[in-house]
């Protein structure tokens, strides 16, 4: 241990101890935790569970055959363990779903080459074809008219190529004291990762961007910006483009390098006038067709576009062979351990099931995935070893459709606990409106989320919560890890406890060591086991484990932030 660390632990003793000095103190069953512990620690599954589901079950794209083939294990794995009521909570929208059959692209001339890509999901197939490859080089509306009636039967690339660099930071990172001493003495604010809607509001526009761009950019009417800003408004059309000019299929380059690249879903080509929450999304029954999209490694594409502006003429041999279901529900995994006294009331943990397809899922969010479900395991064996039992009940939630706009978490939260009606984003929590809550409401008692990779639990985001602090601070200290010592008052987002944190449930992520997360796992194709760190996911299961005994067995419930505001709350 270091000796900045070992100051920041006193500092954070201190504190915890004046904060435990004027609120009621928190009693923890340190003889239940070494228990959860030993257990945890010594003889964990974790990552035979996440070698499973990802290697075997992996990947997991929401409304897939895969999704629900990986979810029958699950729900088979959580039995087995002892819970209670494993079910499926079937929700809509609906969704098609979407499996990749078989795939190759590659370079035939001038020079064969073999390219690193991966079609988008949702996308339609392309029968073995070998056509001539263009770059729509389009940075002005009036730069289209050169390309009308040359695109037919070709493959279009239309992105700009990436300006690769070497990388001189690491890639994979660990929190600095000095980053998590920051964070601990924070105001409320947003964090990493922040929420979907961000600056923008609710339902923002290309034009309405502009306009609270102005607010904060003195310079946003020089040459270089205004430029950048066209390219952003034909960047939307270059897709529509290609489309009505009967292209053969549409071709990015991937954001990443080394071979790594980013790959999520298909884009239905539509006015950039509609606002971002009210378009079709590819997996809609209701999307029209729409032309083949494949994702290019940066350097393989980028190779095309010099060969293609040196008047080379380039062709490419491409085969994609998908196959899609009919429109149906989508549904998250729940399974409980029963309470006693108290079991009407429920603690929960939870994760998202569901991932992209370019790698297996495994960090996103196997990870969460398998700590979650350790952590029923942990539990379970523990109660039955040690005569352990749980006051009020443990219920876990593996949620699917995280990546299309956290649509199962929101959809089972708006069923089981409330929503808030009125609201332009379809009156999902988190947005407007007045909440209407069911009987369930008050007995939950507080959620647990896991979900930014492999990284280590380095503490928890109270998400603006101040009353938990001193609970936390009691827990972690009980768990005793001086690495995972951190709570920061402010909001993290981008998944799935915001969907109880919107109506004013407690709904908590852990703050996590980023490691690879951001650079080369998170919707990435190198999103796969080996990425995956055992002794950080041992910790994380057995904290969340932890966490959910130590909740259920409160003498009260989990402190409440105050009603948030945007409408009364009607039971």
């Known amino acids: 241990m270091t000796h900045t660390v070992t100051r920041i632990i006193v500092l954070l003793s201190l504190v915890s101890g004046y904060a435990l000095a004027q609120t009621p103190r928190e009693k923890v069953d340190t003889a239940a935790v070494a228990k959860i512990k030993e257990e945890g620690l010594k003889n964990s599954h974790v990552m035979e569970i996440l070698s499973t589901l990802s290697d075997?079950?992996?990947?997991?794209?929401?409304?897939?055959?895969?999704?629900?083939?990986?979810?029958?294990?699950?729900?088979?794995?959580?039995?087995?363990?002892?819970?209670?009521?494993?079910?499926?909570?079937?929700?809509?929208p609906l969704g098609r779903g979407w499996s990749l059959k078989n795939f190759y692209a590659m370079v035939k001339t001038p020079v064969p080459y073999p390219?690193?890509?991966?079609?988008?999901?949702?996308?339609?197939?392309?029968?073995?074809?070998e056509a001539d490859v263009v770059y729509l080089d389009v940075k002005k509306p009036e730069d289209f008219d050169a390309y009308k009636g040359k695109l037919k039967g070709k493959y279009v690339l239309l992105s700009a190529p990436a300006e690769v660099k070497p990388h001189f930071e690491p890639l994979a990172?660990?929190?600095?004291?000095?980053?998590?001493?920051?964070m601990a003495n924070a105001d409320v604010q947003g964090g990493r990762r922040g929420g979907r809607r961000g600056l923008f509001g609710r339902v923002p526009t290309l034009d309405s961007m502009f306009t609270i761009m102005r607010q904060f950019a003195p310079d946003i009417d020089s040459p270089a910006v205004i430029?950048?800003?066209?390219?952003?408004?034909?960047?939307?059309?270059?897709?529509?483009?290609?489309?009505?000019?009967?292209?053969?299929?549409?071709?990015?380059?991937?954001?990443?390098?080394?071979?790594?690249?980013?790959?999520?879903?298909?884009?239905?080509?539509?006015?950039?006038?509609?606002?971002?929450?009210?378009?079709?999304?590819?997996?809609?029954?209701?999307?029209?067709?729409?032309?083949?999209?494949v994702v290019f490694a940066s350097e393989h594409y980028n190779r095309i576009v010099?060969?293609?502006?040196?008047?080379?003429?380039?062709?490419?041999?491409?085969?994609?062979?998908?196959?899609?279901?009919?429109?149906?529900?989508?549904?998250?995994?729940?399974?409980?351990?029963?309470?006693?006294?108290?079991?009407?009331?429920?603690?929960?943990?939870?994760?998202?099931?569901?991932?992209?397809?370019?790698?297996?899922?495994?960090?996103?969010?196997?990870?969460?995935?398998?700590?979650c479900m350790e952590a029923m395991r942990i539990l379970g064996t523990v109660m039955k070893s040690?005569?352990?039992?749980?006051?009020?009940?443990?219920?876990?939630?593996?949620?699917?459709?995280?990546?299309?706009?956290?649509?199962?978490?929101?959809?089972?939260?708006?069923?089981?606990?409330?929503?808030?009606?009125?609201?332009?984003?379809?009156?999902?929590?988190?947005?407007?409106?007045?909440?209407?809550?069911?009987?369930e409401y008050d007995k939950l008692s507080v959620y647990f989320n896991h979900d930014n990779g492999s990284g280590r639990i380095r503490g928890i985001y109270l998400q603006g919560n101040e009353a938990a602090r001193p609970v936390f601070r009691s827990w972690f200290t009980a768990y005793?890890?001086?690495?995972?010592?951190?709570?920061?008052?402010?909001?993290?987002?981008?998944?799935?406890?915001?969907?109880?944190?919107?109506?004013?449930?407690?709904?908590?992520?852990?703050?996590?060591?980023?490691?690879?997360?951001?650079?080369?796992?998170?919707?990435?194709?190198?999103?796969?086991?080996?990425?995956?760190?055992?002794?950080?996911?041992?910790?994380?299961?057995?904290?969340?484990?932890?966490?959910?005994?130590?909740?259920?067995?409160?003498?009260?419930?989990?402190?409440?932030?105050?009603?948030?505001?945007?409408?009364q709350r009607t039971p």
């Open 227 to 293: 430029m950048r800003w066209q390219e952003m408004q034909v960047n939307p059309r270059k897709l529509e483009f290609a489309q009505n000019e009967k292209a053969l299929a549409a071709i990015t380059e991937g954001r990443g390098d080394g071979g790594t690249l980013l790959v999520q879903s298909a884009t239905v080509p539509q006015s950039a006038d509609i606002p971002f929450n009210q378009r079709i999304a590819p997996y809609d029954q209701k999307a029209p067709e729409i032309i083949p999209q």
């Open 56 to 92: 075997v079950y992996g990947p997991r794209l929401g409304w897939s055959p895969e999704f629900k083939r990986a979810a029958d294990w699950a729900g088979k794995e959580l039995k087995g363990w002892g819970l209670q009521n494993v079910h499926y909570h079937h929700w809509a």
């Open 115 to 129: 390219v690193i890509a991966y079609p988008a999901a949702w996308s339609p197939g392309v029968d073995e074809t």
């Open 480 to 567: 005793g890890d001086p690495t995972a010592q951190t709570i920061t008052i402010q909001n993290t987002g981008g998944t799935d406890h915001q969907s109880f944190d919107g109506i004013g449930l407690p709904g908590f992520q852990f703050i996590q060591d980023p490691l690879e997360y951001d650079s080369r796992t998170h919707h990435y194709n190198m999103d796969v086991f080996e990425r995956a760190q055992e002794p950080d996911m041992k910790q994380a299961a057995t904290i969340i484990a932890v966490f959910a005994y130590t909740a259920a067995n409160r003498d009260a419930k989990f402190p409440r932030k105050p009603m948030p505001s945007g409408g």
């Open 306 to 371: 010099r060969m293609l502006r040196m008047g080379e003429k380039v062709r490419l041999d491409m085969n994609l062979e998908v196959a899609t279901t009919k429109a149906d529900s989508g549904f998250d995994i729940i399974g409980e351990i029963p309470g006693t006294d108290l079991k009407d009331e429920v603690v929960m943990i939870g994760a998202h099931f569901d991932s992209w397809h370019s790698g297996t899922g495994a960090t996103d969010n196997g990870t969460g995935t398998a700590a």
């Open 386 to 439: 040690a005569g352990l039992k749980p006051r009020r009940t443990i219920r876990i939630g593996l949620w699917g459709s995280e990546e299309e706009g956290l649509i199962g978490s929101r959809e089972y939260v708006s069923a089981v606990f409330g929503r808030r009606e009125g609201d332009a984003g379809g009156g999902f929590p988190g947005g407007g409106g007045e909440l209407k809550t069911t009987p």
């Open 173 to 182: 990172l660990r929190l600095a004291d000095s980053v998590l001493l920051k």
